[in-house]
C-alpha cells in the first residue's frame, strides 16, 4: 500500500446559507454545520483510504463566530494522519458574504473515520500519510496525542497509558 500526500484527498465543499439553514436569530444552526462538516471529512477520508469510511469521533467542536443567513461556506478538510485502520481529519470552516468579501475562520474539528471493507463490515488498513510541509508535518505530529486524549476519553484506554500525554505534563 502506496503512503498518499495531503493533497491527494484534500476536499473543499461550498454551501450557501438559506432560511431553512438558519435558526430564528438567522444564524445556521450548530448541527446543519456539523453534518456539513461530517460529509466533507467523510468524502476527504473515503479518498484517502479509497474505501467506504465510518465517523469514530468528533472532538470539540465550538461555534466561535456567527454565520448569518445569505452566507456562503467553505469547508475545508485535510487528512493529518493515518493510522492503522483509520484516519484523522482536520475541518476548518470559513464564512464571507456573497461578493467574497468579510472572510472570516469560523469553525474547526478534528473528526476521525474508520476505513471498511468492500462489505461495509470490518475495518481495513488504511495508507500511511507522507506530510510535506512544515504546517502539515506539525499537524501530523500533534495527532498522535490527540488520539490518546481520544482513546481516555472514550474509556478504551487508561490515562497511565497515554505516554504522549504524560510527556506534555512531565515537569523538567
Known amino acids: 500500500m502506496k503512503d498518499k500526500k495531503v493533497s491527494e484527498s484534500k476536499t473543499v465543499m461550498t454551501e450557501m446559507i438559506m432560511p431553512n439553514d438558519t435558526n430564528p436569530l438567522g444564524n445556521l444552526m450548530g448541527g446543519n454545520l456539523m453534518r456539513w462538516m461530517d460529509i466533507v471529512g467523510g468524502i476527504c477520508a473515503g479518498k484517502h483510504c479509497e474505501a467506504h469510511v465510518v465517523t469514530a469521533s ?4 465550538s461555534f466561535q463566530k456567527p454565520i448569518m443567513m ?12 493515518a493510522f492503522n485502520t483509520s484516519v484523522e481529519v482536520y475541518v476548518e470552516v470559513f464564512a464571507a458574504n456573497i461578493k467574497g468579501h468579510e472572510s472570516r475562520m469560523c469553525n474547526h474539528a478534528y473528526f476521525t473515520f474508520v476505513a471498511l471493507d468492500d462489505e461495509k463490515k470490518k475495518p481495513i488498513k488504511v495508507p500511511q500519510l507522507n506530510p510535506l510541509t512544515r504546517e502539515e508535518q506539525q499537524l501530523y505530529d500533534s495527532a498522535f496525542r490527540r488520539r490518546e486524549l481520544r482513546l481516555v476519553l472514550s474509556g478504551r484506554i487508561k490515562p497511565s497509558e497515554a505516554k504522549e500525554l504524560k510527556l506534555l505534563f512531565k515537569e523538567n
Do not use: N
Open 58 to 61: 468528533v472532538d470539540h467542536v
Open 70 to 81: 445569505g452566507d456562503v461556506i467553505t469547508l475545508e478538510a485535510s487528512v493529518t494522519r
